[in-house]
């Protein structure tokens, strides 16, 4: 079905109105017109081939929330009028091993991802949010709860998973010191779940400015880590660090703040590697882990914990063709703490 | 008293004779004739100043075993004529967290190393087991059984430990499939322990001529890392990598052989940070951890295992006399697999 949306030709191309066919609703797959798409930092990443070569035209977009219009013969979870949302992935082998662990991204095969990826035919491209509509199998479609703001709601199907994901999986909690590093889109939901899992949580940040930001966030400690007398203070303090950043940093520094045993876990992914000292490990039995969003079992789980704790991401919500004023106010920062496209504008 | 020695007078002086004073044995002290000393690689890179600038005159020597010659008035574990062993640590704060959980080999306080290093007081240097006798109290000495090769007990108080302490720590056993990279002191050890626990061992070596002696340690399978074709094949396919190479290595080869949730443990010390890419952590949840020697409490079940088992080094006994030859070919990876110093040739 025509499909309109916002595409970039190339890696140098502008984002610019385009028109593309959607595949019809098959028997197992759900369709839902978009209502609001989140903007996030690897949209920009791979429209300009940060990461690696990408696949055009693209239509980014992977936090995607809207309203069920058709579903397949076959489709038992959704009917007509439901709420609907979509994040990272839109398909798996579903029969390796970590798939059937619900661990469909780190789907053995791997996962088919919203954009930039191909279908499993490995012909088909996948186009993301930033569009109209969108067809997807019933199984990577997630419920979304009418009691939260709907906009707000979009960026939990990437910030949101990505950042409680691993805070699950490492049993991160009560009578954990937790350090957030990176106080943007995923950064400020690894705040909120923090909080909300109990565990007592320090925003880790080279800008002063952000200390009451972090706070009203419900961070109850601020370090500016650009002050050497912080970070001496704060040295062998935490349980885990989540660290949110994507820009290249000090790898042996923050490793020098978890306490024995302690857990640097990577959910931003900066394209230079990281410089590692194996003294940094060593000394204190570290490790440095990385997480990549959820499975959607874990993303359904997320998205009612947070419909049950009132959790949804702090958002400013924008017009389609302000998208490049969004993109470089994200590069600098300037976002408190997530854009949303709101596709009526479209 | 006086103490006869090999020592390095700065980083650039060849070990030789030196006779120095050790502290007379104190209420809580343990001293013993020093009979075999185990050759490890930190030794060389310590006289070498790779790491860090060391305390000179040095004599290095922390794989240390004897027989008991005295003992304080107030020690209750040893009696002279008792074998005795001490390892990488001869003090530590004993009153720290860490202290209080039996891992003083991550003492906050920092622990005292047994040569390069200072005594609690922070001036009176320590000296390794390149020598005749040794005074240690009571608390970080080692019960040795008699009923394994003494010499061929000396490197299990470095060697063993190293590699035994992350396989108990991470639980390594039973349907896991552990990856020992590097074939020498260390992973000869590793290959030895992980096949006592019951773990389906692999070991990864550049070098295909290591093959039949991997399969003789016990390893059930042989990885050249070299070849494409056989690490495209084994892509994916390991539960632990335990890493005892102290030389700089590719570390995203390595993690894109772990599965799911596969940990990568540095016990080597490569004086270069490694280059780790973000994705090689976040595609598959996997981490890059460390760890040091063991604790004293640790250490003794190590040993205690060893005699239990029938576990001890593969050695090479040699003259101190020959000590330079003997570096020589470690460098060169020419020994099975460590070089261990009969004291009596002193």
Redesign the interface.
Known sequence: MKTKAYAVQNETAPLAPWTFDRRDVGPHDVQFDILFCGVCHSDLHQIKND?FPGIFPMVPGHEIVGRVVKVGDHVKKFKVGDLAGTGCMVDSCQVCE?CKRD?EQ?C?EGSTQTYNSYERNGKTPTYGGYSNTIVVREEFVLHISDKLDLAATAPLLCAGITTYS?LK?WKVGKGHKLAVVGLGGLGHMGVKFGVAFGAEVTVLSTSPKKEADAKALGAHHFVVTSDPAQIKAAR?TFDYILDTV?APHD??MYLSLLK?DG?HI?????PE????????????????????IGGIKETQEMLDFCAANNIVSDIEIIDIKDIHTAYDRMVKGDVQYRFVIDMATL
Do not use: D, E, I
Request: glycine residues 10%; positive net charge.
């Open positions: 990461w970590n661990l780190y053995l691993p999986h062998a994507s790898m042996n024995t857990v990577c959910v931003g992914a900066p590697p990281a410089q590692v000292s194996a003294f940094s490990l060593l000394a204190g039995r570290k490790s440095l882990a990385g997480s990549g």
